[in-house]
């Protein structure tokens, strides 16, 4: 049975949502980031609901995936189940864990290996992201996500963060690509990129930038 068809027969059997790690499992799907991209296909086609809920497997609030059923999402009682209103505090989508696992799937998909991801949650000391593209160079990557608080003051802090990092990046290894990941469509950060260009010149490197919906564009 193909990758598409095991998705949709278990849309249809639990008939709740499912996020991409569960449905991995669920539907015997060899990696995560085929449940991802074959998830999102469906979305776009219209022919499945794609949206930030609670998983009905792992009960976590993640992006999952349903089966249309009456043209809405299946209800859900937030103030009446203490395990919603838990998750309502979980990271928004642009806290740097968030960005940096899109950003990993992305990779995943368009053919690169994903050597080490550091855990953001516990700040693991060293490079965000190392892949290698299909042709065996390694890209290094480092990830910001935006602050809460302070925030113009501190996305300045942490876009110099991230330059920092390239810099002793390209420092232990002018051979490596270089790339730093962002939330898109925070005005601070735009501008900051553009403030940069002189530096992209002299010392090259890409910009993804990832959007709420999970999008990623690179500049």
Not at 78 to 104: C, F, H, I, M, R
Not at 105 to 117: D, F, Q, R, T, W
Not at 162 to 180: K, R, S, W
């Amino acid at each position: 049975m193909a990758n598409k068809d095991s998705i949709q027969k278990v849309l249809h059997q639990v008939n709740k949502p499912i996020c991409d790690d569960c449905m991995k499992d669920l539907a015997n799907l060899p990696f995560r980031p085929t449940s991802y991209q074959i998830c999102k296909d469906l979305s776009l086609q219209g022919l499945v609901f794609r949206s930030q809920y609670t998983c009905s497997q792992c009960g976590k609030q993640k992006i999952c995936t349903a089966k249309k059923d009456n043209g809405t999402l299946p209800e859900q009682n937030k103030q009446s189940n203490p395990v919603n209103n838990a998750l309502d505090s979980s990271p928004p989508w642009y806290w740097e864990g968030n960005v940096q696992a899109t950003l990993v799937e992305y990779l995943a998909i368009h053919s690169y290996l994903i050597k080490s991801v550091a855990d953001t949650a516990s700040r693991t000391q060293g490079k965000d992201i190392v892949a290698s593209s299909a042709s065996g160079r390694e890209l290094w990557i480092s990830v910001k996500g935006y602050p809460k608080n302070s925030a113009n003051v501190q996305a300045r802090h942490w876009f110099a963060g991230a330059i920092f990092d390239l810099i002793l990046y390209h420092g232990e290894n002018p051979n490596v690509e270089l790339a730093i990941a962002l939330p898109d469509n925070y005005i601070t950060y735009l501008n900051l990129a553009n403030r940069v260009i002189w530096l992209r010149n002299s010392m090259p490197f890409r910009i993804y930038w990832i959007d709420y919906q999970g999008n990623v564009r690179i500049e």
